[in-house]
């Protein structure tokens, strides 16, 4: 899971490597110890992920904030897969604690594809058409007794304006900004949040949310979007934080696609760039930042996307929200 800047990068990670991970497997899950344990190329900071065999990928949470993320995937995971139209993460064992692990952790199905950048898809206008139907049907899948935002999915999907700790809380979002003078124009940046916040809440029931639906969470085969993967944020609020992929991956080009699919209300497409624009703010002494200029730039290109889209498409504040088409 990508949370989009520090609140990740705590003192207290559990180091983790593929050696501890093949003692997991060999104490478990004996019938799959003799098989490979790789690290995948790009690992998560909040999750160590490894590949187990041909098939199989290991998880493990890597701070105590994250580990009720297993239960619930486990928990609910069985339950959406079947009425998503892409394939997404499915766990098929969950492992306890032990060889000096602290945490529940989860073998899953492997999914091919990779992590694809917009920019790299065969057809951004399928790929939109296709994320919309994802996310649609996500939306329509019934949200009975689901979680609701929380400590352990980082508050995703709170009203805007929310005091719990999110991305996009103001006590994080507003020295973050300022934080950015000199480097964007932060009074465009500032206008752009405060129409977030200005923007009718969600009035509709609670539907579920993927949460973090960036590039790295999204897979790829020769371009063509295959997977859906990394649900630890998922639960049940305002569908708002599900439009991140209209800035964080999708090109220009098929972000109107994307939006019309949805059936997205002004309200709610503000609220959407509210959520965008928090977890793009690239602070220079940020540690998520700190030593990756790679990120810095996705930033700051994801962040002037935000900034340009609400030049081209103000929201006046007064769409009425409700659930999506």
């Given at each position: 899971m990508s949370t989009g800047g520090p609140e990740a990068a705590t003192p207290e990670a559990v180091p983790i490597d593929a050696g501890l991970?093949?003692?997991?497997?060999?104490?478990?899950?004996?019938?799959w110890a003799h098989l490979p344990v790789v690290p995948v190329p790009v690992s998560g900071m909040d999750n160590a992920t490894f590949r187990l065999g041909e098939d199989m990928s290991v998880r493990m949470p890597r701070?105590?904030?994250?580990?009720?993320?297993?239960?619930?995937?486990?928990?609910w995971l069985p339950f959406l897969a079947?009425?998503?139209?892409?394939?997404?993460?499915?766990?098929?064992?969950?492992?306890?604690?032990?060889?000096?692990?602290?945490?529940?952790?989860?073998?899953?199905?492997?999914?091919?594809?990779?992590?694809?950048?917009?920019?790299?898809?065969?057809?951004?206008?399928?790929?939109?058409?296709?994320?919309a139907g994802f996310v649609t049907a996500l939306q329509k899948a019934d949200a009975s007794g689901a979680p609701g935002p929380r400590a352990g999915n980082a508050f995703r999907g709170v009203p805007m304006g929310d005091e719990r700790d999110s991305i996009a809380v103001e006590a994080r979002v507003r020295?973050?900004?300022?934080?950015?003078?000199?480097?964007?124009?932060?009074?465009?940046?500032?206008?752009?949040?405060?129409?977030?916040?200005?923007?009718?809440?969600?009035?509709?029931?609670?539907?579920?949310?993927?949460?973090?639906?960036?590039?790295?969470?999204?897979l790829a085969v020769d371009g063509n979007l295959s997977a859906v993967i990394d649900f630890g944020t998922m639960g049940a609020g305002d569908p708002a934080v599900d439009l991140l992929p209209a800035w964080k991956f999708l090109p220009p080009e098929a972000r109107g696609v994307f939006r019309e699919a949805l059936g997205v209300d002004e309200a709610t497409w503000a609220r959407g760039r509210g959520w965008g624009l928090a977890s793009s703010l690239p602070v220079p002494d940020d540690p998520y930042f700190s030593g990756r200029p790679d990120r810095m730039e996705d930033a700051l290109r994801q962040l002037h996307e935000i900034l340009d889209d609400a030049d081209r498409t103000p929201t006046s504040g007064t769409g009425a929200p409700g659930p999506a088409s």
């Open positions: 991970a093949h003692r997991l497997i060999d104490e478990q899950f004996p019938q701070f105590d904030r994250w580990a009720e993320q297993v239960e619930r995937e486990h928990r079947p009425q998503l139209p892409m394939p997404v993460s499915l766990p098929i064992a969950k492992g306890a604690p032990g060889a000096g692990y602290p945490f529940a952790w989860s073998v899953y199905r492997w999914q091919e594809g990779e992590a694809v950048h917009g920019c790299a898809l065969a057809d951004p206008r399928r790929a939109a058409l296709d994320l020295p973050k900004i300022a934080a950015l003078e000199g480097l964007v124009d932060t009074d465009r940046v500032t206008a752009v949040w405060e129409a977030a916040l200005a923007a009718p809440a969600w009035d509709g029931p609670p539907v579920w949310f993927h949460g973090d639906l960036a590039a790295g969470n999204l």
